[in-house]
């Protein structure tokens, strides 16, 4: 079992380089990063993880995900880094394609790219997104960063996503390019979706026993898209009160079900140093070991 550590990364948690570092030096295999562009002062969505309903302040804080990994990049030679996740339909595809390649190559191919749809409709009026169509917005922008990364020229003529024949350089490390993760987090929804564009899933909070429901429908699903299910990687984001995380049998379950990665997000690391947290959390790593 491989064992991540995303943060939310602010001023108040330190220096993601030195975060990066540390993680690696313990034996975490990836190093993932938080998103949010903008936060609304202004807004009516209930938040659905505060008692008050309101959304945490931080949000407004968070570092740009792709000036911090690059950051972890300089720092770091073998830990993977990701975005988890990235907000794909509120940026620009073609700017995105190159800042993600170009964080590939100078990584060395260590970039996987999470994204999302979003889940604050305030948030997504301001990048304009449209809220509703989201999701159609965030399988158009992958398909033509495909394009992008892939042809020396590349264009798109989606419902929401287009753009005339461009040439666009550098091309990732990685062949044909970056694992694109879907972080989606409602099974009725996301298993379609997974196994129709992802190479693989990292919902939030799945239990054990969801999981060895929806993988194999994922992989059922994929052989229908005419696609490779043993290709695709499923992994869990888990929300820590503490840091001790996931015990050692509810690890070993989640491997039955087929998941290869458990991602652990220290829930105050918005406010603490990013460094300490990491290192509070490398029993994890050693109980992963042993399984």
């Known amino acids: 079992m491989k064992i991540g550590v995303s943060m939310f990364l602010t001023e108040k948690t330190g220096n993601p380089g030195a975060i990066a570092r540390e993680a690696e ?10 998103e949010h562009l903008v936060m609304p002062v202004t807004y009516s969505t209930w938040y659905p993880r505060g008692k008050d309903g309101k ?18 990049a300089a720092t770091t030679k073998t830990i993977k880094l990701g975005t988890g996740i990235c907000l794909l339909p509120e940026r620009n595809v073609i700017e995105t394609a190159k800042a993600v390649a170009s964080l ?4 060395g191919g260590r970039f996987i790219f999470g994204v999302g749809a979003g889940w604050f409709p305030e948030e997504a009026a301001i990048m304009g997104v449209d809220f509703k169509r989201r999701w159609l917005h965030l399988r158009e922008s992958v398909e033509a960063l495909r394009e992008l990364w892939t042809k020396d020229e590349a264009a798109y003529a989606g419902e929401i996503v287009k753009f005339p024949p461009v040439k666009l350089y550098p091309k ?50 994929a ?14 984001l888990q929300m820590a009160a503490n840091t001790d995380g996931p015990s ?9 079900a087929g998941v290869t990665r458990i991602v652990v997000l220290p829930g105050a690391s918005a406010d603490s140093d990013g460094v300490n947290l990491v290192r509070e959390l490398a029993p994890l790593v050693a109980r992963a070991t042993k399984l």
């Open 55 to 72: 959304v945490p302040e931080f949000y407004a804080a968070l570092i740009d995900p792709f000036v911090a990994l690059a950051t972890a």
């Open 104 to 107: 590939d190559l100078y990584s």
């Open 223 to 236: 052989r229908q898209f005419g696609r490779d299910p043993d290709k695709l990687e499923f992994s869990v």
């Open 25 to 34: 030096n313990l034996g975490f295999e990836s190093f993932w990063v938080a």
């Open 172 to 221: 990732p490390l990685q062949k044909p390019g970056p694992p694109i993760i879907l972080g989606a987090h409602d099974p009725k929804h996301a298993l379609r979706r997974v196994a129709r564009y992802a190479d693989g899933w990292c919902p939030g909070g799945l239990t054990p026993e969801k999981a060895g429901e929806c993988i194999p429908q994922i992989r059922a699903m």
């Open 248 to 256: 050692a049998e509810m690890l070993k379950q989640y491997r039955d």
